[in-house]
Structure formats: C-alpha cells, structure tokens
C-alpha cells in the first residue's frame, strides 16, 4: 500500500484514539458535573463530589483540547466544514464548555448559597451539553450534513440549526450522555464513602441500562438508514480534493464494512460487553473495575461509529459527490508524519504522567479535608 | 461569495477574544516562574514563610488561570467556526503547531497544576518544587507553539501552495519552528508575561505595605518581584527592537504603518514621535521628528532605508498584475486538474497568487479587473496606519516607563526600605495596569499591522473567512459579550476579595487545621529571629 | 539625591545593557536565549530573596550588638 495512504489510516486510527481518550476523560468529569446535584446533597457532599475530581479535571480537559487541534492538524478540510457548518451548536458547546473551568475555580470562593447554587447548574448544564452535543455530532455524520464547495474549496453550509436535532441525532447524544454519566458516577465510586457512593451506584446502574438499550436501538436504526458509498474518484493515497469523485446512497450501506469483514463485528460486540460487564462490576461494588470497563465500552462505541463510517468522515448530504473521506480531506503526506512522530513520543509520555498523577492523589475524598483545605474547590 | 460585512463582524468578534483572552495569558506565563522562584527559595532554605508566599500567590494565580484557560478554548474553536476558509488552506501547516501544543505542553500545564494545587501534603518538597516548574515550563511552552503558529501568518515560511489540493501545504518543520520572527515574538511574548507578573506581585505587596498588612510576606514578595522585572523588562525591551528589525525586512507595510511612513525617503531617515496619520491623504497632519533615528532604529545603522507607502502600493500594483494569471488558472486547473498549459501558467505567476486574490475581492472574474479596481486593491495593502502608529508608540512608551520605575523599585528594595517610600508604594499599585495595557496594544500592533492579510502575501483577510449570515455573527457576539462580561466581573471580585484577605487564610493548603499551630508557632519563631 | 545618581546609573547600565544585546542579537538564536535568560532571571530572584533574609539577620545582629544584648 501507498505510504502515504497508510499514514491517512494511521491518523483516522489516531484520531479515533484521541476521541476515545476525550470521551472517557473528559466524559468522566462531564459526568460527575452532571450528577453533581443528585450525589450530593449537601453543599459539603457535592464539594466531596467536585474535589474527587478536582485534582485533575484541567489535566483530562486538555484531550478535548488535543482532539479539535489533531483534527485541525489532520483533517483540516473537515474541522473547517464541520466547525463553520455547525456553528449554532458550536457556539452552544464552546459557551457551556467554558464555564467549566470557572465553575470548579469559583464556585466553593464564595460562602454564599445562591454562589454556589448558580455554579452548580453550570456545571450540570456544562456537563451534560457537551457530551449530548458529543454523541449527536456524531448521529449526524450517519445522515451526513448539508454542505458544499466552490471552485477553490469554499464550503458553504445549507442547513439549519434545528436541522441538526434529528432523531438519530438526539439518540446519539442521549448515548453519549448516559455512558458519561456512567462514567462519573464510578469515578465519585472511586473518591467517595457512605451515601454519596450509595447514590452514585445507583446512577451506574440505571445509566449503564440506559446505555445498552440506546446503543441495541441505535444499530437497528443504522440497518435500515441510507448509508453513502464511493462509487469512483482517486484512488487511496493520492493527493485530491472532495471535488473529484462520485458517491451514490444506498439503503442498510453503513452495514457494508461489517458485512465485508465479519470480525469487525467484535467492536460493537466488545461495545456492549464493556456496558454489560460495567453494570455488575458497579452492582458489585468493584467501581475501579467497572471505570475500566466504562473505557472499553466507550472504545466499542466510537470504534463502531468510525467502522460503520469508513472511508467516509462528514458526508455532505445535499451533494454527495462531495462528502469528505479519509482520502480527500487529510493533511499532506510531510505534515502527516511529523504528527505521527509527535504522537508517538508524547501521547505515551503523557499517559504516563497523567497515571502517575492519579497515583499520587489516589484514596478516598473526605469530607473534613475538604472542609478545612482551603484550596479545595 | 463573501459578505464584507460578515467579515469584519468575524474580525471583531476574533479580537475582542482574543484581546480578552490576552489579559490572562501574561500574567499566567510569569507569575507561573514567580511561583518556582519563590518556591526554590523555600526548598533551599526551608524557612516556611516561603512556603506560605508560593501558596498565597498561587491562590491568586489559579483565580487568573481559570479564565485563561476557559478563554483560550474560545480561540481554538474560532479558526474553524468564523475562520473556514483560512483553516482549510493554511491548515495542513497552522493545524500541526496547534495540536502539538496540546500535547506537548498543555497537557504537561493543566496536568501538573492539579498536583500543584491538591499536591502539598502527598508531594516531597522536590517533588513539588518540579511540578511547580513544569506548569511555568508548560504554560511557556504552550505560547511558543501558539506564537510559531502566529509567525507563520506573519512571515509565512516552510510552506509553499499546491494547485492539487488548492491549499497551502508544509514544505519543512524546521523552518516553520525556527522562524525567525517566531523566534524573537515567542521572546519577547514570554518575557512581556514575566514583566506582567512581577508588576501584579509588586503592585499587590506594595498595597499590603501601605497598608501595614503581612509585611513579611510582602517586603520578600516585593522584592523578587522587582528583580525578576527588572531584568525581564531589560529582556522585552531587546526582544521588541529584534521584532522590529525582523518584521520591518519581513512586513514592510506593517513597519510603514508603525511609523507613520508615508513617503520613501533616502537615508538617514528621521523618526516621528509623534504625528497625526490621514489614511484618506496619505499624510501625517503634523508632525515631531527626530533626524536619523529611524535608520538606526529599524536597519541598525545610518545608511539603511524602509520604503515608505508610495512606494509600496506601486510594488502592490506590480504583484497584482502578477498574480491575475496565477488566479485564472489556478480556476482552469480546479475544473479540469490535468491541464498542463493552465498548471505552467499558475507556476510561473504563484509567487503572487495572494496579490491575484486580494482584486477577486473588487472583480469575482479577475481576469477582467479594472486599473481602478487594482488601484483599490494595492491601496488595501496598507493597513490603517493611526491605530498601529499610536498602539506601537503607547506600548514602547509603557515599556520604558516599566524600565525606570522597576531600576528605581530595585535600588529602595536592596536598600531594604521600601516600607518607608510610601509614595513609591503608592505608584506601585497604580502600575498594575500599565502592563496589560501595553500586552494588548503589543497585540494590536501585531495583528493590525498584518492587514489586509491573514497570512502576510498569501492569503488576503476577507477570502478567509467562513460564509455565514450576519444574522449568526450578531448572534455569536452578543452571546460572547455577556457570557464575558459577567466572567470578568466574578473575576475582578474574587481576585479583588482574595487580595482583601490576604494569606491569613491561605496557609492550610498543606492540608488543614492540624497544621495551622505549628506553622503559626514556627512563623513567629522565625520572625522573632528576623527582629 | 543619593537615590537619583543611583537611578541615573543603573538607568545608563540597562541602556548599555539592552544595546549590546541589540547589537549582538538581530537574528540571534532567541530560543536558547530564552532558556539561558529565564533560568538567570529566576534564580537571581531567588537569590534576591534569600538576600533579603541575609540583610534582616545582619541588621538584627549589628542591632543587638549595638545594644549590647547579644
């Protein structure tokens, strides 16, 4: 194969590495925002709540970080169409998105209840929007998006807002909303004792139920959807722009790479084995376990989206023919490499000093320490 | 087609963020070393009133940093939301310094600033110590990617224009990273943040001195503080005369800008310190000179010229009339990419391509533009001159004044009396502004001066644009201004509140009250040595 | 007065300073200079601080010599 049609997989693999490491770390703290009112009670129990995560939520944001410039660095022809194409949601997901910081920063500086109240709601709305806003991105590359190019590659989009807000699209982010909410109600498993793990069990479970329901409903749907095939155009590895090529609609086509290769139905498979699993290892007790868990249910996810998908990234649904693949809206071959390098040197080097950072602030949150530590949030 | 009107309001609303976003991003990048320094002196010395300072000055920092943080994120989704075009032509060279960022010194910030927050207790004092520094390390490393980024829409090099892909593609890494011009902003960008940091330190100690409040803590403070401006200062200062003589060869129409350079004139040239520039006319209305000053400024030496705007807009036409053809058949190849008589042509006009672009703007089929419409067009190569003339002017004025107030704060501080210049103390804490304001106008200059281009020579400003209604612009505005205004307000109140506290209450970061005693007892023991 | 010189002087030592520098920089290699530089500045601050320490117990120690308390 072509050098440089393998580095276009390498990075579509990457990217897909990226989005599950956004999904779980980042998901895992949009859940616990999203919980946050219901595990605790108490402005003292939502504190143990928050300062669970407190330690490193600046640290998992940054995958969020990471996944839009690896996208901008990779496929730049899709983050510039899909971020300007988007652009109400955008907006909705960058103004939730940053009131996070502030939240965790500011919210326990102040005594006052209606202080802490007003953070605390931001912090559920920017828990829970991102992540819905997350998933149905992702219901809407299913359907493909509005959008076309001119001569020198200006996309124009077409469609509305409330276009986006389609069914499947609506599924998708309910999906990725309970699998986060999943995810923080382990972690607050992980960090706290007595009523707040009591109550954050509880969301485990019921989340876990949700996920496998939505996710079984979720590929029955994709069966019987039209799905986009590439019928001509450059071959792989050649250098092109979406403006050379055909694409015809089929009806059940986003099955076709399951259908040619059957092992590909271990990820899906391995999708819900991680939700399944998850739910007894929360039943259990075994929280730490079950956040594992909760990974590898996310990669199931996304892995069976990109599988599903492939080569296709964002279809253009009012002109097919030119729908963004993996082969036409890369970068080049030199920046391709470089990136690979990079990644090869800092994305394990990283994970090594986030897990070593975990290790260092590991143990239960209790409540008398976050009452007398000042720099608790 | 491009509505003008959409891509002014995108213009607006990137530098109203991006100027927001600016008011955080220096004092990160120097109280973050302020930080280390001070904390280096507690692991060296042990004496725990340093520990105390770290912490104290690290609540006030965390306070800044969160808003850095949240506004920074607002950046990175806007190349592609408002900016579409110009994030897929440039991207595959702009894309890469952004996501190395991420991965290479954001991660190492955000991840080691929770240790450094929730670390005091379950960290050694060298462990710690090492954290500390790599968020300041991390925090610095993030602006250099930001800024390599930067410098290639200012000096646009490592990357050449493929007519296959239509976009802009890297030619060679290296030479993207050691941009010259990256080189000297990255510099002086840092050490503006280091000058930032100490002034915030120095002007919020001098308040406590006047008041008569943690003296301790705020004679060492103020003390550290004015050392490390005063040599930053020293160090922004070369850095901003190496970025003029760097961009003056690179962005001749930013340098004419800056000085109110209306007309080319032989060597030596004379300075103007102060003028009054008409953009209509094309003269400065009045005018104070100093002979020979601008030739040693700009060329370092007496002999050197910069070409004035007269004859740089004749250069414009030239390039122009250059990179027509290259537009027309850079279209041809678009339709049909085998034919080899339009990609010849396109080679041997591409060097003006960005020229050829910047008349589509006037004429949408350039083959048919007009000389008038070229004129407008090579016209729109300067950029508005009395803002950037006026900017540039403010922030050197600033950074002089900076320079003589931290040599004098110096000379009080060895003297160990500072307590007693009250009236020093007093234009300390009025200082505190005066560096935010020069960042800002450091970044007005900048990215002003780069008009009418989003990457200088290749890729005018109103092609780069996304192609919204104004109705989303409108939208997207109103939403950043109120969503902003009420941040900066919680902002101000809790840096103000946590400043009217003062660190009394900020020693338990150690891990709470079963330390207060003995640290307390220790202080006083320590004090008590110190009378 | 005394302070005035002082400032004139140091004021004079930073312009020469700066205009060495310019003159030996131009297209100087400016990120290792950063490394070198900021490394400096960071520990002459902590130096400084230690400094102030050293200048209180000295004072304090002329002091008690002074009256005879030692």
Request: charged share 10%.
């Given at each position: ?14 990217l ?16 616990v925002?999203t919980?946050l009112?219901y ?6 129990e939502r ?25 901008f660095?990779?496929f ?9 194409g ?5 907006m ?18 102040l005594p006052?209840?209606?202080w802490r109240n007003t953070?605390d ?9 991102p ?6 991105a ?14 020198n590659?200006t996309?124009?989009?077409?469609g ?6 389609n069914?499947f699209?609506?599924l ?26 009591a109550r ?8 876990s ?14 069966r019987?959807m ?20 055909n ?13 040619a ?13 991680g ?7 929360a039943g ?8 594992w ?7 199931g996810?996304?892995?069976t ?10 279809p ?10 993996v082969?036409n ?5 030199l920046?391709?490499?470089?990136m690979?390098?990079?990644a090869?040197?800092f ?10 950072a ?8 209790k ?6 530590d000042e720099?608790a949030? | 087609?491009?509505d003008?009107?959409?891509?002014d ?26 930080l280390a320094?001070?904390?280096t002196?507690?692991v060296?010395?042990g004496?725990p009133?340093y520990r ?6 690290s ?17 990175e989704f806007?190349?592609?939301?408002n900016w579409s075009?110009?994030?897929s032509?440039?991207?595959d060279i702009?894309?890469?310094p ?5 991965l ?6 955000a991840?080691?600033?929770?240790l450094?927050v929730?670390?005091?207790k ?7 110590l ?12 993030s ?6 980024a930067n410098s290639?829409m200012?000096?646009?090099t490592?990357?050449s ?8 593609e ?5 030479e993207?990273i ?14 503006a ?9 120095a002007?919020v ?16 403070s103020f003390r550290m503080?004015?050392?490390f ?6 160090g ?11 961009g ?5 129409t930013?340098?004419a800008?800056m ?12 300075f103007?310190l ?15 000179q100093?002979?020979y000053?601008?030739?040693?400024l700009?060329t370092h030496?007496m002999d ?12 414009a ?6 990179g027509?053809?290259a ?7 678009s339709?049909?990419?085998?034919d080899?008589f339009a990609?010849?042509t ?6 003006d391509?960005?020229?050829g672009?910047?008349?589509q703007r006037y004429a ?14 090579a ?5 508005q001159v009395a803002p ?10 600033m ?5 003589a107030?931290?040599?004098l704060a110096?000379i009080y501080s ?9 009236w ?9 502004p005066v560096?935010?304001?020069a960042?800002e ?6 990215e002003?001066?780069r008009q ?7 890729l005018p400003?109103?092609?780069?644009a996304?192609t919204?209604?104004v ?16 941040f900066?307000?919680a902002e101000?109140?809790?840096m ?5 506290i003062?660190?009394d209450q ?12 003995t ?8 004090y008590?040595q110190e009378? | ?6 400032f004139?002087?140091?004021?004079a030592?930073?312009?020469v300073?700066i ?12 990120y ?15 130096a400084?601080?230690?400094l102030?320490?050293?200048?209180d117990e000295?004072?304090?120690h002329?002091a ?7």
């Open positions: 194969m072509e050098t440089y049609a393998l580095l276009q997989i390498t990075w579509w693999l990457l897909g590495v990226l989005l599950i490491g956004l999904a779980v770390m980042v998901g895992m703290d949009m859940g925002g919980i009112r595990v605790g009670r108490t402005d003292l504190r143990v709540a928050l300062n669970i995560i407190g330690p490193h939520w600046e640290g998992n944001q940054v995958w969020f970080v990471l996944g839009g410039g690896a996208v660095a990779a730049p022809l899709i983050y510039a169409t899909a971020f300007s988007f652009y109400v949601v955008m909705l997901l960058l103004w939730s998105m940053i009131m996070r910081p502030l939240g965790f920063e500011y919210r326990s500086k006052s209840e209606a953070w709601w931001a912090l559920l709305v920017s828990g829970l929007v992540m819905v806003v997350f998933g149905a992702f219901g809407n590359l299913f359907h493909g998006a509005p959008f076309q190019f001119s001569w590659l996309s124009t989009y077409t509305s807002f409330l276009g986006l807000l069914p699209a609506i998708c982010g309910l999906l990725s909303a309970a699998l986060s909410v999943f995810m923080g109600a382990v972690t607050v498993m992980n960090g706290a004792e007595g009523v707040i793990h954050a069990r509880t969301l485990a479970r019921v989340s139920v949700l996920a496998i329901v939505l996710f079984a409903i979720g590929g029955f749907w994709v019987g039209q799905g986009f095939v590439l019928t001509s155009g450059p071959a792989a590895g050649i250098a092109q722009t979406p403006l050379q090529q694409v015809s609609l089929l009806d059940g086509a986003w099955f076709a790479n399951f259908h290769y059957p092992v590909l139905w271990l990820v899906p498979a391995l999708g819900f084995a939700m399944l699993l998850g739910l007894l290892a259990a007790r075994r929280s730490h376990l079950a956040w868990l909760g990974a590898v249910a996310w990669l996810v996304i892995g989206a990109g599988t599903a998908l492939f080569p296709f990234l964002l253009s649904s009012s002109t097919p023919a030119q729908s963004l693949t082969w809206s890369s970068s080049s071959q920046t391709l490499t470089w690979v390098g990079f090869a040197v994305v394990p080097l990283v994970v090594w000093y986030t897990s070593w975990f290790y260092v602030m590991r143990g239960k949150v409540a008398e320490h976050v009452s007398a720099h949030y | 087609m491009h003008i009107n959409v891509v309001l995108s213009r607006l609303q990137f530098a109203l963020t991006a100027l927001y976003h600016f008011l955080f991003v220096p004092l990160t990048l120097g109280l973050s070393f302020l320094a001070m904390e002196v507690y060296t010395t004496k009133i105390e300072i770290t912490q104290f000055w609540k006030l920092f965390l306070i800044n940093f969160a808003l850095g943080v949240a506004t920074g994120l607002t950046m806007e190349f592609g939301t075009f110009y994030s032509f440039v991207g702009f894309g890469a952004l996501a190395i960022e991420g290479m010194a954001f991660f190492l910030e991840t080691f600033i929770g450094m929730f670390g005091w379950r960290l050694k004092r060298g462990q710690h090492a954290v500390t520094y790599m968020v300041a390390f991390g925090s610095n490393l602006a250099l990617w930001i800024l390599i290639f200012q000096t646009p490592g990357a224009f493929n007519p296959v892909t239509m976009r802009m890297l030619s060679s890494l290296t993207l050691f941009n010259h011009d990256a080189q000297a902003k990255f510099v002086h960008t840092s050490i943040g280091y000058v930032t940091g100490a002034i915030f330190v002007g100690s001098a308040w406590y001195l006047l008041k008569r409040r943690h003296v301790e803590l705020a004679r060492r503080a004015v050392l401006g005063v040599l930053a200062t020293a922004v200062i070369t850095l901003g005369d190496a970025l003029g003589f760097i003056g060869q690179a962005q001749p930013k340098l800008a000085e109110g350079l209306w007309k080319s004139e032989p060597a030596p040239m004379p103007n102060v003028a009054f520039p008409s953009q209509k006319d094309q003269v400065n209305r009045g005018q104070l100093v002979p000053a601008l030739s040693l700009v030496s050197g010229t910069v070409p004035g705007v007269d004859r740089l807009q004749q250069d036409i030239a390039r122009i009339r250059n027509i053809p537009v027309a058949a850079l279209q041809s190849l339709a049909a990419p085998g080899a990609l010849a396109f080679h041997a006009h591409e060097k391509l960005g020229y672009f910047l008349v949408a089929d350039v083959t048919q533009a007009t000389d008038a419409q070229i004129a407008t067009a016209r729109d190569t300067i950029p950037i003339f006026w900017s540039f002017r403010v922030m050197v004025l950074g002089l004044l900076m320079l107030y931290f040599v110096v060895m003297r160990n009396n500072i307590e007693h210049q009250r020093f103390l007093k234009i300390a804490v009025w200082m505190i560096p935010f304001l960042c106008m450091g970044w007005l200059v900048a002003l001066g009418p281009w989003t990457v200088y020579g290749m400003t109103w092609m780069s996304s919204h209604g109705g989303y612009m409108i939208f997207s505005l109103i939403g950043f201004v109120g969503l902003y205004t009420a900066i307000v101000m109140y809790l103000v509140r946590a400043i009217r003062g660190p900020s020693h338990s970061g150690e891990g709470a009250g079963l330390l207060t005693d640290s307390q007892a220790a202080r006083l023991a320590g008590a009378a | 007065m005394k302070t005035f010189l002082q004139i002087l140091f004021m030592m930073a312009a300073v205009l060495m520098a310019i003159v030996l920089g131009e297209l100087g290699a400016w290792f200079a950063w490394l070198v530089g900021t490394g400096m500045i960071v520990l002459i601050t902590a400084g601080g230690a102030l320490d050293a200048q000295h004072a304090a002329a008690s010599i002074k009256t005879g308390d030692a």
